[in-house]
């Protein structure tokens, strides 16, 4: 069991955990997501529909969704523990506290240096590596300040348009050392790009022997890779924790897949065009307004979700858009459900 699952995963949000489930499953490690922690013989007899990514069809990757990007610190202590605990009991190679790759956090709302310290009682390692940055995605972290692209335009995180006005974790501090230091007093060092495209080790070596995180530069696909296998050669501990974006999936998997051309093979047998399907989108983030907007442009059928009343009286809300859905349905659309435009 333990040499056959390579990662198990917590995502604080269920947008970020299918993040994860993708960047794994398009690469070449089968995974999935239980809405609940699944018990240990649950995990080890799932099988996958069918062997597009696995020919024995068994797991090698697994996690849950959560809402830790938006609990208190005191919602933290009662919610997290019964969730890590009954992951620990489930032997893996890695444990990933998954953050999204802006950060969204604040020591009074999703704080991340307070879930991690509840993680390490159950997953105790020395060393924290944290990797947000993620080229893919345009997020980039450059001598430990965060950064992300809008429309072809590069900003620092606490001068991104969308991010700087969030309205509940507004990001006022792209410095992640700084930010994060808010939340936690462990020691946070940083492994920076100019590190990474040296040949030395001796800073690496020495980053992994002492207590904290080790905050890692990604500015290009290349120092993923490095990080990915620096991960690797220093992993001592069984349930390693790891913290950060989806960066660390694509780390891990540079790593795992060296020497192995999975991506494009994998990927051409999961990517079948589906006849119909439902979208549902809850943020209220402009990119996501302009992708309703497009879909709505060529027939998306829009459902729209009254949150104040999925709240108040949520069997009524749900069941009158449920009709709307499969009424779309029947008439050969796609429902696309929203709860905000922008």
């Known amino acids: 069991m333990s040499e056959s699952l390579r990662l198990s995963f917590y995502g604080d949000d269920f947008t970020g955990s299918t993040d994860v489930m993708e960047s794994l499953s398009f690469n070449g490690t089968p995974a999935a997501l239980f809405l609940e922690v699944p018990t240990k013989e649950e995990v080890l ?18 996690g849950v969704p959560g809402v830790g990007r938006s609990l208190t610190p005191e919602q933290m202590d009662e919610q997290l523990p019964e969730i890590f605990e009954g992951l620990s ?3 893996a190679s890695y444990f990933h506290y998954k953050v999204c790759s802006t950060f969204d ?15 390490l009682r159950y997953f105790p390692s020395t060393y924290i590596p944290l990797v947000v940055g993620i080229p893919l995605l345009n997020r980039f972290c450059v001598f430990g300040n965060l950064f992300a692209s ?17 309205p509940i974790t507004p990001m006022r501090e792209a410095n992640l050392k700084k930010h ?3 939340q936690t007093n462990r020691p946070i060092r940083l492994m920076d790009v100019m590190s ?15 207590e904290g995180y080790i905050l890692f530069d990604v500015l290009q696909q290349k120092h993923l890779a ?10 001592i501990h069984p349930h390693q924790l ?44 402009p990119r996501t307004a302009e992708q309703i907007r497009y879909g709505i442009e060529i027939g998306f059928e829009a459902v729209v979700l009254d949150s104040i009343k999925l709240i108040e009286d949520n069997e009524t809300e749900v069941m009158r858009c449920s009709k709307l859905c499969v009424k779309a349905l029947v008439e050969g659309k796609a429902p696309i459900l929203y709860t905000a435009m922008g």
């Open 45 to 62: 007899n799932f099988r996958l529909k069918n062997g597009a990514i696995s020919t024995d069809r068994k797991l090698k990757a697994f």
């Open 89 to 91: 009991k489930i032997p």
């Open 105 to 119: 956090s604040s020591p009074v709302i999703g704080s991340i240096g307070h879930a991690v310290e509840i993680a």
């Open 150 to 166: 809008v429309n072809g335009t590069t900003y620092r995180l606490d001068e991104h348009p969308t991010m700087s006005r969030h």
């Open 180 to 182: 994060l230091g808010e």
């Open 196 to 210: 990474l495209e040296s040949d030395e080790n001796a800073e690496s070596s020495r980053l992994f022997k002492d």
């Open 226 to 235: 490095h990080i990915g296998s620096l991960i690797a050669q220093e992993h």
């Open 242 to 285: 790891l913290v950060g974006s989806s960066g660390v999936e694509y780390a891990l998997l540079d790593h795992w897949n060296k020497g192995e051309d999975t991506r494009a093979s994998e990927t051409k047998n999961l990517m079948q065009r589906s006849q119909q399907f439902i979208v549902i989108a809850g943020s209220c983030s």
